[in-house]
């Protein structure tokens, strides 16, 4: 009876929903067409004080509806890595908003847009990891890129949240956008991670 319930109250909500004003979030990565958007470098001061840069990739978030998406937040979690590697725990991590403080969620207007830093490597930074599951390395591995989570975007050293770091090789990944009043919308994209922090590429998959 719950079931049937159930179903019968999603029904009613897709038909209602053609009538109804609601958000409706796309994903847009375009690295190769605004490179400066999607793939900016910024400067930052490193745990020595001096500046260091870090090579971020940024996926915009649009509001194709006509209602503000309230409460926006996101979320980045390991769909498949390399065999054997053990890097980047499997769990959802909360992404940062470029223009957010830590982790505070944003409403976006219609026909707006919010940038999501969602992952980034630093200049002259990897931390070694003893253990030798890497392939492309001949001895331990070492994280080399980190997800921008508001622990490790907001740090000079990220090496506290190893379970947010990658590893040199290739990462599927999903991207979910979570609305207060409105569908979520998930992407999925290849990160790949490579011994030059500013080689750090993405690609998207769906």
């Known amino acids: 009876m719950a079931t049937a319930f159930g179903t019968i109250a999603y029904a009613s909500f897709l038909f209602w929903e053609k009538f109804i004003e609601v958000p409706e979030i796309e994903i847009l990565y375009e690295p190769d067409k605004i490179p400066d958007l999607h793939r900016p470098q910024y400067d930052i001061f490193d745990e020595r004080g001096k500046f260091a840069r870090r090579q971020y990739c940024i996926v915009v978030i649009r509001n194709k509806g006509e209602k503000v998406a309230k409460n926006c937040r996101a979320s980045i979690r390991r769909v498949k890595s390399e065999e054997g590697c053990f890097a980047f725990s499997k769990e959802p991590k909360p992404l940062q908003w470029q223009h957010a403080q830590f982790d505070q969620p944003r409403d976006i207007a219609p026909s707006g847009m919010e940038t999501l830093l969602f992952a980034f490597a630093q200049e002259n930074y990897a931390v070694e990891i003893l253990a030798p ?37 290739n990462f599927e990944v999903e991207l979910t956008v979570y609305v207060e009043n409105g569908k979520p919308v998930s992407a999925k994209f290849e990160l790949r991670i490579s011994e030059r922090w500013s080689n750090l590429q993405m690609k998207r998959l769906n």
């Open 133 to 169: 599951w890497c392939k492309y390395e001949k001895e331990n591995a070492h994280i080399r890129a980190w997800a921008a989570t508001p622990r490790t975007n907001s740090e000079i050293q990220p090496r506290w949240h190893l379970q947010d770091g990658f590893c040199q090789g």
